[in-house]
């Protein structure tokens, strides 16, 4: 039998049109997100008096002073000293979250004891409290342990399983897996420690790398607890170091401090394209969508 050519080539097209329509949204939304970004990357290459009096967003002469007046620091430390005081806290806050709240979650998903919904439920209760709220009662505790202007009350907390959400996580996750397992290493004469080890830990990889991954970028980008807790110049993180650069003078560095913006990025961008497949893997397999 003939085909009409003529009547399949509009429906062809008509196909091919609607199926460009939802990349080109896609692409205009991605373009909006990102435009921040190339800003902040543009105005890094620009003096500073070009940021005040200039509307291009191109610059009109490219500079890379501002990276190396930035790293020096706004007169008090290098930027290098803030890289990594972050460094230093984000690697053991990680190390507290994924210790503390694998073994939260393994005793409520896996360990009977008396009480354990009521504190599972406590734990979930947690979720819906502001972190503002607990502000003024953590600085008390920390502050009558004398504790303040130091890493201690921004890495401490983290040891004892407090962040709800990764406990939750891990839960959920520990939940899908069967308890057959569970089972077959108890009739093997495996304990409670022997299960975790050798049972349960190499089975949620995905969930132990989602809480690492979490907790740095969460971490790495906080402000507020570092600047409540931390007092000297030389214990600041990035976070709290590129205020400095808004009111160490009487002026705003908006250069330096654009330049030190971009570079406090680059490690989060780059733990995001290595571990981007085990972050979605992770998502996915504990039901959080």
């Known amino acids: 039998m003939a085909t009409d050519q003529t009547t399949s080539r509009p429906i062809t097209r008509r196909r091919r049109g609607g199926a460009l329509w939802p990349h080109a949204v896609a692409g205009l939304c991605l373009a909006a997100l990102l ?17 005040i009096a200039g509307t291009s967003l191109l610059p009109e002469s490219w500079t890379l002073d501002n990276f190396v007046q930035g790293w020096d620091g ?25 210790v503390s709240c694998t073994l939260a979650a393994y005793a409520f998903s896996r360990l009977s ?31 009558t342990l004398g504790w303040t202007d130091s890493f201690l009350p921004l890495i401490v907390p983290q040891f004892l399983a407090l962040d709800a959400f990764f406990v939750f996580l891990s839960v959920q996750f ?18 409670p420690w022997r299960r975790l080890w050798h049972v349960t830990l190499p089975l949620i990889r995905p969930a132990i790398a989602t809480t690492a991954i979490f907790t740095f970028i969460w971490t790495w980008n906080d402000y507020m607890p570092q600047l409540i807790y931390l007092n000297s110049p030389e214990n600041y993180t990035l976070s709290v170091g590129l205020r400095m650069f808004l009111d160490a003078t009487s002026g705003s560095d908006l250069g330096p401090m654009s330049a030190m913006s971009l570079v406090s990025l680059l490690p989060l961008f780059v733990l995001f394209v290595l571990f ?3 972050l979605v893997k992770g998502i996915t397999m504990t039901g959080l969508k």
């Open 35 to 51: 435009y921040p970004v190339l800003w902040m990357v543009l105005t890094s290459l620009k003096p500073t008096s070009e940021i």
């Open 174 to 191: 520990l939940r899908g897996l069967p308890r057959e397992l569970d089972e077959a290493a108890v009739l093997d004469g495996c304990g």
């Open 74 to 98: 706004a007169g008090v430390e290098s930027f290098g000293t803030f890289f990594l005081n972050s460094t230093i806290i984000a690697t053991a806050a990680v190390v507290g979250n994924v």
């Open 276 to 278: 981007q497949r085990r």
């Open 113 to 143: 004891f008396p009480g354990r919904a009521a504190l599972f439920a406590v734990v979930i209760g947690i979720l819906f409290l502001p972190k503002e709220v607990l502000l003024i009662p953590q600085y008390t505790i920390f502050h």
